[in-house]
């Protein structure tokens, strides 16, 4: 068994998948055990793989091959270093708490549950797969089942009406679900396109294999090596958000589902910024050496205008939504540093701002569930009576501003030093800026909505109950562990840094 514990970890949701489709609607409690099974034992297999990888040896550990398609050099190989483990034990973590936050669904269970299981079993297929055409297919399962849950399941509010895509659908008289669900779909779709003539030029010039070793032997440089790097950066960063591909971000967290805002900017979006760095950075690692100047620079941009736009913002899902462009920002400024501090940092933060990013869209959707205002201007001391809603949401917005002993002050710390001391210091001032921006909406929010007078007794406000306070605590709990004890997952994710740093001949 523990030679296959990755094919493992992908089949806990896949089964799962099959079994909800085999069920009838009618057998609701019968759905939601298959699903709750379905993500904990991914949850459980990826607990043994961070407990047994082998730190000190690093590199790829529980390799699996076997060959699918031999003349098109396709096979079955999987294999897990520091960095994907770390963000196994993410999804898994994301994975069980949205199924938590899911149990009250009363429309169309079977469906959904069906297509996040779907969802999932890509997201770990990414994480895992050492062959490049696996990668692809597993890339878009986890990509594609989000359109079908935003245009089902998101909220059904006025389109902003904002830019060529606004303006469009407001004509058309559609609503925000459906504007959501497409806006995203098409920008995904066209950054998939990138991403497949990518892979078929490292095919046709590595020797028609897809197998991430053995390319990883093969020498791309010069101006094919910067291409397609360029094809990469943009294909991934899309999904990661970056300037000015971020559009659709807002957009589909603010339309999207409870457990879709969680899948989405807790996991889907560090699908993007893996791909830039298992990619990008670790096949074309001279290409990545020669653009670092303008990933930095993107990244920076990023951060200072997810910032700017987060405070501007009076819907607190946009609010949210805004934060993880900033956040994702500072993922990829750790990656342009190019030394062991940043990109160490960017990996430690793409499991933060996963984690944290997650509990903000708990806390928020159970606000409006609770309250139906989206609006922070019409909220108002809210914490008379959700004191538990309340302490989460500062966790999270402490952790988000980068407070001391939470997860997001060891991320942010590492790749504020990696900018430092890379080539471009000056990039500090920037993401500092960001963090102080970052200050100054997160504690807006918590006064608007929570603090003040108590709120009037017709709204019928109550605190979190049940599975609500299991989410809350795991997601809370989470990331004070990983900010009082971040040698956790840092060694794991040292190891694996430490090759793709040798790669990047630092």
């Known amino acids: 068994m523990s030679g296959h514990l990755l094919s493992l970890t992908l089949a806990g949701p896949f089964v799962a998948a099959v ?11 019968a759905i939601r055990l298959a699903s709750l099974a379905g993500a904990l034992v991914p949850a ?9 990888y082998d730190v000190a040896r690093g590199g790829f550990q529980l390799e699996e091959h076997l060959p699918l398609i031999p003349r098109l050099g396709v096979s079955w190989h999987l294999g897990a270093d520091g960095i994907a483990v770390a963000l196994l034990v993410l999804t898994a973590l994301i994975h069980v708490t949205s199924v938590c936050t899911s149990w009250s669904l009363k429309s169309r269970e079977k469906e959904f549950f069906l297509f996040v299981a779907l969802l999932v079993t890509g997201v770990y297929g990414v994480f895992v797969s050492l062959d490049l055409f696996l990668f692809f297919l597993f890339y878009e399962l986890a990509v594609l089942p989000m359109y079908v849950l935003i245009g089902i399941w998101g909220s059904s509010m ?21 504007y959501g669900a497409m806006k995203l779909t098409l920008y995904l779709l066209a950054g998939s396109a990138f991403i497949l003539v990518g892979i078929f030029v490292l095919w046709v010039q590595g020797g028609s294999t897809f197998d991430y070793v053995a390319l990883s032997r093969v020498t791309f440089a010069g101006a094919s090596g910067r291409t397609l790097f360029l094809l990469f950066y943009v294909g991934f960063g899309v999904l990661a958000g970056i300037w000015p591909f971020h559009t659709w971000s807002p957009d589909g967290h603010a339309a999207a589902p409870a457990a879709g805002s969680m899948m989405h900017a807790g996991v889907l979006m560090k699908l993007g910024a893996y791909g830039v760095l298992r990619v990008g950075f670790g096949l074309l690692p001279a290409a990545a050496a020669d653009l670092a100047w303008l990933v930095g620079l993107v990244a920076v941009i990023n951060i200072v205008y997810g910032a700017l736009g987060a405070g501007w913002q009076k819907d607190i899902k946009y609010l949210i939504a805004y934060s993880s462009v900033s956040h994702m920002g500072v993922v990829m400024l750790g990656m342009a540093t190019l030394n062991a501090a940043g990109i160490t940092g960017s990996v430690y933060q793409m499991v933060a701002h996963g984690i944290m990013t997650a509990l903000f869209f708990t806390l928020v959707n159970l606000v409006y569930d609770i309250s139906h205002l989206r609006d922070m201007t019409r909220m108002g001391g809210f914490a008379h009576a959700m004191p538990a809603l309340a302490t989460f949401f500062v966790i999270a917005g402490l952790s988000s501003l980068g407070l001391p ?26 993401g500092v800026l960001g963090a102080f921006i970052t200050a100054l909406y997160v504690l807006r929010a918590v006064r608007t909505i929570f603090l003040g007078q108590a709120p009037p007794a017709d709204l019928h406000l109550r605190d979190a109950r049940g599975a609500e306070w299991a989410t809350c605590l795991l997601l809370g709990g989470a990331l004070v562990v990983l900010g009082v004890w971040p040698k956790l997952l840092l060694d794991p994710i040292g190891a694996g840094v430490g090759e793709l740093l040798t790669r990047l001949g630092r």
């Open 19 to 29: 079994v909800v489709f085999l069920l009838p609607q009618s057998a609701r409690l």
């Open 44 to 52: 459980a297999t990826s607990a043994v793989i961070l407990s047994r």
């Open 158 to 178: 006025d389109v902003p009406g904002r830019g060529p895509f606004g303006g469009l659908f407001k004509k058309v008289g559609v609503g925000l679900k459906e």
């Open 405 to 430: 002993g939470l997860a997001g002050f060891v991320a942010e710390l590492l790749v504020f030093l990696g900018a430092w001391t890379s080539a471009h210091p000056w990039w500090l001032v920037p």
